[in-house]
């Protein structure tokens, strides 16, 4: 009688093999998603890459060389690149937009670029959003600075310096009393006076911007901070520089900035230099500069206890 072969040997060997090729699928499996992962994440560093490119030539001009606007519109912006899809920045680029200087960029629409690059146009812009700035809130945010600027010259003379009060009005730099109301209870306020407490209408008179630099002064006082005004030596060496190119209208507006910040002696050269100027001598005008820079080079504002910060 013929012997049984024994099959366990091919049996045990394509069990092994399985099992390999098992673990072997299962390794690729759960590795896959991480090389699709790294192939689009390098498709995506080319695509900036040529991208940046692109934008630096064709439209930082308009679009400013960090997406800021110039002659355009801002697009490192967080509200623009939060609330614009891919599909819609693609689109605006490919056609243009009717009825503005924005042109038509795709080869499809008579453009200098394939939709490839158009691609790679939208990847740089998209590159933006991780930091990109709120344009919008930093407007509405108000300068301090400026705010300070236009409180003396509207508010400090019921409200007293530094907002400390008068007998014409109750003191403003009062941080208890700041917290109660919010920015646009100050906007309002502000903007459409009390008249019947002798308090002007202001938004007859200052700009939304002018208005929103008062609060921001205020909310500096509010945390018991103070605002110091920059002193007028660049101001000054811009209205030397304009008499010397002969331009007296920019002279003058850098001196009425100049005088803004000055005071003293400092402020009686420049209104001496600034009559200078309104009568045509220039000569007088730079002489009265000068001086009044080498006080301000020197510290020495004319012996009023002030500053160069005001």
Not at 153 to 180: F, K, W
């Amino acid at each position: 009688m013929r012997a049984r072969e024994d099959y366990s040997r091919f049996i045990m060997a394509a069990l092994v093999l399985t099992i390999a090729i098992l673990v072997s699928f299962e390794l690729y499996i759960r590795r896959e998603p991480q090389r699709i992962a790294a192939d689009e994440k390098r498709d995506v560093l080319i695509a900036v890459t040529v991208g940046r490119s692109l934008y630096a030539q064709n439209c930082a001009s308009c679009h400013g060389e960090q997406g800021e606007g110039v002659d355009a519109p801002a697009l490192n912006d967080k509200k623009f690149l939060a609330n614009t899809s891919d599909e819609t920045i693609f689109s605006l680029i490919s056609s243009g937009v009717p009825s503005t200087e924005m042109p038509a960029w795709s080869q499809v629409h008579g453009g200098p670029f394939t939709d490839e690059q158009v691609r790679q146009l939208v990847a740089f812009i998209r590159s933006w959003e991780p930091d990109a700035p709120d344009r919008e809130a930093e407007a509405m945010a108000g300068d301090p600075v400026e705010g300070l600027v236009i409180y003396n010259s509207t508010c400090i003379v019921c409200h007293g310096e530094n907002g400390q009060g008068t007998d014409l009005a109750s003191a403003l730099n009062n941080p208890e009393r700041l917290a109660q109301f919010d920015d646009e209870w100050y906007i309002d306020t502000i903007t459409d006076g009390r008249p019947s407490q002798g308090m002007p209408t202001w938004g007859t008179v200052l700009s939304p911007k002018q208005v929103r630099d008062i609060v921001a002064l205020l909310r500096v006082w509010e945390r018991g901070e103070t605002v110091e005004l920059p002193g007028p030596q660049a101001a000054i060496t811009e209205a030397l520089h304009a008499l010397e190119e002969g331009d007296l209208h920019a002279a003058e507006h850098a001196l009425g900035e100049a005088t803004q910040a000055a005071s003293g002696e400092v402020l009686t050269l420049l209104n001496e230099a600034l009559e200078a100027i309104e009568a045509g001598d220039r000569s007088a005008a730079e002489a009265a500069l000068l001086q009044a820079q080498e006080l301000v080079g020197s510290g020495d504002m004319g012996g009023d206890g002030h500053d160069d910060g005001g």
